[in-house]
């Protein structure tokens, strides 16, 4: 590294070990004669954050989205939202809390570098037609991908927010026989197996967590 080269640092924010070791190794590829690219554990050392969308999904608490906003907070302009082709709801959800710029989990070394120095130099900024965008991709993805019926997707939906199947079926005045057949039906569509999965599929496909409850009685 020569005295003419600059550094920047990036932190990768996601809980997947292949995910962290495979942008930072990318990163580490680009290094040219003009800038270097550091890799960092911190985010508060890093010039820039890509965090991934995915965080979003895990276990389901509120507390994820918190720590996406307090990482915008520290960094405006330079959080990226690693995003997943079959998971629009969660980088829409990302960019709504203020994640400045999507960028794929396919994505090559040259275009991770162009927007990790874009968000660097002040180039990003939030657009809300990407929230729409990827809203749009969601509509798309949960109307003809799995086609869920509406009783599915009440089924799904009240799973992903954490009710019980007595509560469940209370609601769509069924017994809890039928019920249980329903979820049998929906995660043969979804392709799962157990409930932990079911609430995994759901939340990556938009669906509300355990903090939706509140909001929906």
Known sequence: MTSDTTTCAVCVV?????IVAGIHAL?????????????????????VVIYDVFNLAI?????????????????????????????PGLTARALAIGAAAPISVSADG???VALVEAAVNGDLASDPQLVT????????LLDSDVELTPRQKTVISRIAAGYSNEEIAAELYISPNTLKSAIRGVYSRIGVTSRASAVAWALSHGYQGPQARGRSR
Do not use: W
């Not at 996601?14 to 292949?18: A, L």
């Not at 290094?31 to 890093?46: E, K, M, N, R, V």
């Open 59 to 87: 276990a389901a608490h509120p507390a994820n989205e918190e720590e996406l906003r307090e990482l915008v907070a520290g960094h405006p302009g330079r959080v990226l939202a690693l995003s997943r082709l079959l998971q």
């Open 27 to 47: 990163l580490a590829e680009a290094t040219d004669a003009g800038c270097a690219y550091l890799s960092t554990a911190h985010p508060a050392d890093a010039d």
């Open 14 to 18: 996601s809980g997947q070990p292949i």
């Open 133 to 140: 965008s990827y809203d749009a991709d969601l509509s798309t």
């Open 110 to 112: 040259t275009e991770l």
